[in-house]
């Protein structure tokens, strides 16, 4: 299945802070994922993608940004996931 496109207008909780208020803009991951052109990658491995069947697939942004972070740090698919959740910054990169 091809990912979904997130929404233009996401809601905003106001119990729950953004993101972007808890780090520092200026951290090297933040100022790497204003540079990358995101649709260049959701153009190029979207087609790889199947229209039908298979489990509900994740955003290309997302998977590029674990195999970038997994390469760099020397990860096993297990601790990139692993650190993804831990590490604000990490997370912040697929955005």
Partial sequence: M???????NETHDMFRSRLENMIDMRHEL????????????????GPHYAETGGCPARPVRLMVGLQ?????????????VSGWVENPYWQHLKR
């Fill in 2 to 8: 091809r990912p979904k496109t997130p929404p233009e």
């Fill in 30 to 45: 933040v100022k790497l994922g204003e540079l990358v052109d995101r649709g260049l990658f959701e153009a190029e491995f």
């Fill in 68 to 80: 970038y972070l997994k390469h760099i740090h020397g990860l096993s698919d297990e601790a990139v």
